[in-house]
């Protein structure tokens, strides 16, 4: 970029980081109102690619190389100070307001985001079928920190072997500078677009999938040259590039596939407002972009950024609920507030410190001095976490060691009040380690993605009558209950269960717009069952909140499916015996973090029985269309003629958002049996 076409500030820059902080926030308050609202921080990519590539690009134009040290010092004065404050506060507002539940899960982001790979966890976590149903935590939004933090340690790279070939080759910087972003940009570009379409949730979050937005930003810093001229045309580029980012904010939802091909229209559009510059005239932003509160926002931007949504996740988890329309502006304001004390206090005089602005050492030293401290800090939750569970664990064992005779479903009555089946108040399992309490069928449990459903034996493996646990992992949490019966009865237990797939021929919604794989190996599990010949019965179950794809059966989606495959099994002489789905715990916080919430009282997270059964389970429609399928019915262990309680006879009955404690579904066996065994007509 020719030097005198270059301008010292540029408003329409913080106008854009404004507009994409707000729509960020906008989107985190009230999602139905800006369900695209994410795509703020795609325009963030594209400001900060263009800003730090510039700022590059024109000290090797007059140093004729660049200082990596002097770089990366320059980026921690400048983004370090507040996040690390960010982090820390978070760390301290968790231990002291957020349920134990939450606690490692927080240290482990915590660290994640002091290092800057928060990205990376996520990805991981929203692939990993138990992970991806944890809850928000309050440092998630770091996520897209990192991405920028890690294309500043790869793309100064690209800059400096640009510098190096220059020297070399004596060829003007654009000319070698340009390629190489160019071919960088393609190939993120190129994977993003395929690897988006694959379905895999991660695309979100990984590096590789996001260096494309941030390098088109770079590009355009190397090729752009700032006129006076058309002022007509630059000024309908700018209004074409606003219009281009406000339908993506308003017509993406969370269900558009991301940051595939789509994420290029509010990169475009972000571009086109940049190329534009500063404009005049009758289409002119410059009215809106040189307001002041615009202006301030945009100064204030990653502080706010920083700050909102810790906010609303601790406001949510106060509340029980998300924020209506007046505490949403409750929370911006609070949000604004706290984001200017963040700038004038933390990003301001740290980035002006006279002691860090000498050598480039200092804050690079200091920088790394207050990382490691933050790091530090990051595992003190688990450790507070440990210790808590430590003391009720001991408290577990004096119960365990002389179980009271109402201990799990045998404290439970109609009324459903029996929430402990004993003096000592203790819960088991613990809250705090309730993820770790489920059905341990390991490697016998498919993926979401794996093409064919695993088989496994258990029981007694010389039994001469045969039971087959079909389903997914609704089905799966039976096999703590069903596999105690089936060796006390003899009976040889066969698994197929694979997670996220009811056991129905009809296809799921989630199947359809992702790489989901149900329908062929449920087909094969079908098939493989018939051809045995040597099993007897087939016990499933599923998860009632699913959404199956309309296939105009006349019956809901979902129930001819199921009694399609019901019916395929009894006509080869196999009994069939759905059990119906266990309840919903209540919305808001999942069920072991609003026990811990309020572990003196768990009352306080039953949910209403007709909440809990509220006629989604496709079950007993399914039955009417299956006359030789016989329904198991247990929904009494788990509701009384009000409630569904949390916790019965001290012991928790989630796991996590859905699935049932092992601990409970053994406390079911006996209940299980005599149900199972009338069903089949049989005197146990």
């Known amino acids: 970029m020719p030097k005198n076409d270059r301008r010292s500030f540029l408003p329409e820059i913080q106008a854009l980081r404004a507009l994409a902080v707000l729509l960020v926030v906008a989107y985190h308050l009230e999602p139905f109102r800006v369900p695209g609202g994410f795509i703020g921080v795609d325009v963030f990519f594209v400001i900060s690619g263009y800003l730090i590539t510039g700022h590059m690009l024109r000290e090797v134009a007059r140093t004729g190389t660049l200082s990596l040290r002097d770089f990366w010092a320059g980026r921690v004065r400048r983004i370090l100070p507040a996040a690390l404050a960010a982090i820390a506060a978070v760390l301290l507002a968790t231990v002291l307001l957020s349920p134990i539940t939450q606690w490692p899960q927080l240290g482990l982001q915590a660290l994640a985001s002091t290092f800057y790979v928060q990205n990376w966890v996520l990805a991981a976590n929203s692939v990993d079928y138990l992970a991806a149903a944890d809850t928000a935590t309050a440092l998630q939004h770091f996520w897209s920190l990192a991405v920028e933090e890690q294309f500043y340690i790869f793309w100064p790279l690209l800059v400096l072997l640009a510098a190096v070939l220059m020297r070399r080759s004596k060829r003007p910087l654009a000319r070698i500078v340009v390629p190489l972003f160019a071919v960088a940009t393609a190939a993120s570009l190129a994977f993003g677009l395929w690897f988006t379409a694959s379905g895999n949730p991660a695309a979100y979050f990984i590096t ?16 752009l040259t700032y006129t006076e001229r058309h002022r007509l045309l630059r000024s309908g580029l700018a209004v074409a590039g606003l219009a281009a980012i406000a339908a993506s904010a308003f017509l993406f939802t969370g269900d558009t596939p991301f940051p595939g091909a789509a994420a290029l229209l509010p990169v475009l559009g972000t571009m086109a407002v940049i190329a534009a510059g500063r404009t005049a005239g009758t289409l002119s932003l410059h009215r809106l972009v040189d307001l002041k509160p615009v202006q301030w926002t945009g100064n204030i931007s990653y502080s706010l950024y920083l700050w909102h949504w810790p906010l609303i996740v601790f406001y949510k988890l106060m ?7 007046l505490q949403s502006l409750a929370l911006l304001a609070a949000s604004f507030a706290l984001a200017a004390l963040s700038f004038y206090f933390i990003e301001t005089p740290m980035r002006r410190a006279g002691w860090l602005r000498g050598r480039a050492w200092r804050p690079l030293a200091a920088g790394a001095a207050a990382t490691v401290l933050v790091g530090s800090l990051s595992f003190v939750p688990a450790g507070l976490h440990q210790q808590v569970t430590a003391e009720r664990t001991a408290l577990a064992e004096e119960l365990l060691a002389e179980q009271p005779a109402k201990f799990g479903a045998a404290a ?6 029996q929430t402990y089946g004993a003096d000592n108040h203790v819960i088991i399992p613990d ?38 646990l079909i389903g997914d992992s609704h089905a799966g949490h039976w096999f703590a209950a069903l596999e105690p019966v089936a060796r006390k009865q003899g009976w040889r237990l066969l698994t197929y269960i694979h997670n996220s797939c009811p056991f129905s021929a009809e296809k799921r919604v989630l199947e359809r717009d992702s790489d989901l794989k149900c329908t ?41 499916g199921f009694a399609s495959n019901w019916n395929a099994l009894t006509e080869a002489g196999i009994d069939v015996y759905p059990i119906v ?29 007709r909440k809990g059964l509220d006629g989604q389970d496709l079950t007993r429609e399914a039955a009417k269309l299956a006359p030789g399928a016989r329904v198991v019915d247990l929904s009494d262990a788990f509701c009384g003629t009000k409630v569904c309680p949390m916790v019965i006879g001290n012991v928790l009955l989630y796991a996590d958002k859905n699935h049932v404690t092992e601990t409970y579904m053994q406390t079911l066996v006996p209940r299980l049996e005599r149900k199972l065994l009338a069903a089949m007509g049989r005197n146990g």
């Open 208 to 223: 590789p999938t996001r260096i494309w937005e941030l390098g088109l930003g770079g590009l355009l810093a190397a090729t």
């Open 319 to 325: 509340a029980g609920r998300d924020p209506r329309p």
């Open 412 to 417: 439970m009555t109609k009324r459903a009040d």
């Open 431 to 468: 809250p705090g380690n309730a993820a770790k309490d489920r059905s341990p069928l390991g490697d016998c449990i498919a993926g979401i993605t794996d093409a064919e459903t695993p088989e496994c034996e258990f029981g007694d493996k010389d039994g001469a009558y045969t039971v087959a």
């Open 520 to 560: 062929e190996p449920n087909r094969e599990t079908l098939k493989r069952i018939i051809e045995r010949d040597d099993v007897d019965a087939v016990v499933t179950s599923y998860y009632a909140s699913v959404n199956f794809v309309n296939s105009h059966t006349g019956h809901r989606p979902g129930a001819a």
């Open 581 to 609: 789905d266990t309840p919903r715990p209540r919305e808001g916080a999942i069920a072991p973090d609003c026990v811990a919430q309020h572990y003196e009282d768990p009352q306080a997270c039953d949910q209403p029985r």
